[in-house]
């Protein structure tokens, strides 16, 4: 307690000790020129730029870090919500990059803070900050004399408290100094500037790349796809999970289907919560809902997000374990039995492999909602993303796996000649052909479908910000051609439509072939059972009513 007291008293004597002057001049709206901030109590906090020298005079990062760490008693206290707020904007005051306008906050934040926190000031004698004199401020945001207010917190605003940087010119309209912010894109009004990313986000009320006919008919797309996706690899899942008719170095494929289903699951989610709820969040500062920029705040797109991106991303993993088993059986002549002992290893590989790029991902908070589905993942407004966590991950399992698959294939004749010297069985350069050809057509239709797949994103990747931008800038208007997204869709999922080709194999036929046989089997020998319980009571009935009769 002691310490705490000595502590104050130290930092608060500071602060007054190192007011430049006993009374600061007035606080004025004045031209900047907008630099990161970069104190650590509001750097990410409200705004993303300032300018110096600040309202204090100060022109060295140094010495503003200095002394707002000498309120860190007070901010530690929790005296007042709006302390922190009311320090940002006069030690790091708002500067507009687009109108270099430098605001202070006006009095009314100012004098509630005071109110709130002058009377711990007081327990230990000490005064109030000279730099924070309330009467220096402005009392209310003028088209002459701009100030940033918190109408949320304060009492003498009748201003909506969702304008926190908003000012009202003489016809009584708002006017907002982010105006012009957006005003790269060709719908810059149907656009809010969001301070803390840095960027312009899409209303969720608007349309700007896509129609809302053709948001409409990619859903529709979309959920067709999904339940044939999930209807499909749930069958096939249902048919080998227990089974040992696929064996290694095939079996990879079941847990790339399983992939694709929960994968399938997520999209089936984002119809079922609807899109608002997913793919649009709150923004207190414009009072606006927009399309979702770093969505860990909202907990459906989060969970969206995680089976989306988690899932197809192992899919592509899981492909190449696929080929690499099969390079393994084909080329080293390694044997089912001991992939089997190894499989531990592919799942260690594939999920932590998963994981990391997720996780890089959650830290990196490059979660975002695409306009045409709704879909919460990576790179749906930012092309860069797009490229690093999507197309090059995708791209590279797709080279790999293609190369492993080749080397197998180009081994094969090899391992078939050395079965034919050995003077083994014909069955067993049968079984070899047979995995060949199922791999083969497996591995084309997938390489076929994940190649207009990266496509599809790379023509996304190239003309996305062309799509956005002004007409000013590109003369000619250039528009998304929305059959590529369908295509895109549907390659994204073909693949998990294609182990249906598993269960029109022989070993699937036989398998529910089995299933049902049981099945009627159970049924024939219950109704056997229910007979002849019915002959014996009929038998005992009659028996008895012919004692009856000789009674």
Not at 277 to 291: A, E, F, M, N
């Amino acid at each position: 307690m002691l310490f705490t007291i000595w502590f104050l008293s130290f930092n608060f004597s500071f602060v007054i000790s190192n007011s430049f002057s006993p009374i600061l001049s007035v606080v004025t709206t004045r031209k900047c020129k907008p630099q990161i901030i970069r104190a650590e109590q509001c750097r990410d906090k409200f705004y993303k730029y300032t300018s110096l020298p600040n309202l204090m005079g100060q022109d060295q990062e140094m010495d503003i870090q200095i002394q707002m760490d000498t309120f860190r008693p007070l901010l530690n206290h929790k005296c007042s919500n709006e302390l922190n707020f009311l320090l940002c904007s006069v030690y790091t005051p708002i500067c507009d990059p687009e109108a270099e306008i430098l605001l202070g906050p006006c009095a009314g934040i100012c004098e509630k803070v005071q109110t709130e926190c002058e009377p711990i000031l007081k327990i230990f004698n000490l005064p109030w900050p000279s730099g924070l004199n309330c009467s220096r401020f402005p009392s209310q945001s003028t088209p002459e004399l701009m100030c940033m207010s918190n109408p949320v917190f304060d009492s003498r605003s009748t201003r909506n408290p969702l304008q926190l940087f908003n000012v009202v010119n003489k016809e009584g309209f708002v006017f907002n100094i982010h105006h012009g912010r957006c005003r790269h894109l060709r719908h810059s009004e149907k656009y809010v500037f969001i301070n803390r990313t840095g960027k312009c986000a899409l209303k969720c009320s608007e349309n700007d790349l896509f129609s809302q006919e053709s948001k409409r008919f990619a859903e529709m797309w979309m959920s067709v796809l999904a339940v044939i996706t999930f209807l499909s690899t749930l069958f096939t899942c249902m048919t080998f999970c227990h089974s040992n008719k696929i064996k290694y170095p095939e079996q990879p494929i079941i847990f790339l289907t399983l992939s694709y289903n929960l994968y399938s699951v997520s999209l089936l989610l984002r119809l079922f919560f609807t899109r608002s709820t997913v793919s649009c969040d709150y923004d207190p500062v414009s009072g606006q809902y927009i399309l979702i920029q770093e969505g860990l705040e909202n907990t459906y797109c989060a969970i969206t997000f995680l089976l989306n991106f988690f899932f197809n991303i192992a899919t592509h993993i899981w492909w190449v374990t696929l080929t690499s088993c099969w390079m393994l059986y084909s080329v080293f002549k390694v044997s089912s039995f001991n992939l089997k002992i190894n499989a531990g290893y592919f799942h260690l590989f594939v999920w932590l492999s998963t994981s990391m790029l997720t996780v890089s991902i959650l830290i990196l908070r490059c979660v975002e909602a695409d306009e045409l589905l709704g879909i919460c993942s990576v790179g749906g407004q930012s092309p860069e993303l797009l490229m690093t966590f999507s197309i090059i991950p995708k791209s590279i399992c797709l080279i790999v796996g293609t190369l492993l698959l080749c080397l197998g294939f180009l081994f094969l004749k090899t391992r078939k000649k050395t079965i034919n010297k050995n003077g083994k069985k014909i069955r067993s350069i049968t079984h070899i052909t047979s995995v060949a050809f199922r791999m083969g057509i497996f591995s084309g239709i997938y390489i076929l479908a994940i190649s207009i797949h990266i496509v599809c994103e790379l023509y996304q990747y190239i003309n996305y910000n062309i799509w956005r931008r002004a007409p000013q800038i590109f003369r000619d208007i250039k528009e998304p051609i929305v059959a590529i997204f369908l295509l895109n869709i549907f390659m994204g999922q073909v693949v998990g439509i294609n182990s249906a080709i598993w269960i029109w194999s022989l070993d699937a036929a036989t398998s529910w072939k089995s299933v049902f046989w049981n099945i009627l089997k159970k049924l024939k020998k219950k109704k056997e059972t229910q007979s002849s319980t019915h002959k014996t009571y009929s038998s005992i009935s009659s028996h008895y009513c012919q004692y009856s009769k000789a009674i």
